[in-house]
DNA sequence: GTAAAGATGCACGGATTGGG
DNA sequence: CCCAATCCGTGCATCTTTAC
């Protein structure tokens, strides 16, 4: 998709790009070869010019030329190009505030293999870990996951982030994480009902008691949404390769769901429900 | 070559939103 | 609970086309 992308380019909107792509080029290299005739030849020059940028960008791997030139609502368009350097994350916290809570426990995924960080035990190995990925992708964290890390680990996290939330807000789909998942079919049955406040009370009975069936419910959990978050991204590219009705290109297809090599223990799991304040 | 009309990009500001 | 990124509509700026 992002080798079909012109909307980076100046002088260029989305009004100009879908021209572009009903006229004949669909890519990079159709443009290359024959530029569309309803283009001045100054615009055509420009958008030589930029493309061969773009080019060398990609085959660099520089993910901040798109970063710089990408509007942020198309930064869904690096996942295909950059799936092999992304990261998918999820934090759990003791509170909503960066200031007055801190980081409990990190599920990272990038599209191989999970690895967790829990405080106390290995969580300052997340910079290193999180720092090697070009592109991020999380639900809210422009707000949340990635001001908390930052503030809390002292790093500065500049990689594009895709955030699935406005992704989906694009799409027509609100209302928080659990409640798209519903409404697209990858609801998780036995996490019904259960919603982040559960996060704090399992790792406050962890904390209290020692027994790791907590922190491993816990995980559970949380790496359930950072896997999540790839299959959310995966399928709002393909509903807006869809809206594109000009652009021929395949979609991506469904990946497999992991193993997770936590287990989800159901006794810890209603005791620490049944902890939530209700004033919350 | 020039000017007006038309097309479209883009800056601005206000409203909306969800994380544990 | 609380913060600020993004969306979206509006109006202005700028580029392109057209006609003479």
Redesign the pocket.
Known sequence: MLTNSFIHI????????R?IWAEGAQSWLDFLSAPPK???Y??VKQIYKELEKSMQALEEGDIYYFKRTLP??YHWRLYPEFKDYICFF????????AFQSHI?TVACYDGKKTTTFVRDENLHDLPDHIKKYKVLST??G????V?FVEQEMKIRLGQP?I?L???L??LGY??????CENKLGIGREELKGV???V??TLWQCFKETGNRDFLDTMLAYNVE?AVNLQRLLIICHNMRLEQYKTLEIDPIPETPKPECEYKINMDCLHLSIKKIPTY?
């Not at 100046?10 to 790009?17: K, M, R």
């Not at 999820?90 to 505030?97: N, P, Q, Y």
């Not at 609100?174 to 409640?179: H, Q």
Request: no cysteine.
């Open positions: 100046d002088g260029v909107g989305d009004i100009i790009e021209r309803f283009l001045s100054p615009m942020t609502r999820d934090i759990e916290t003791t509170g909503l505030s409990t639900f809210n422009k707000m949340f996951d001001p982030n955030d939330m406005h992704v807000k694009g609100k209302g928080g994480l659990k409640a919603d982040g406040r996060a704090i949404d919350f």
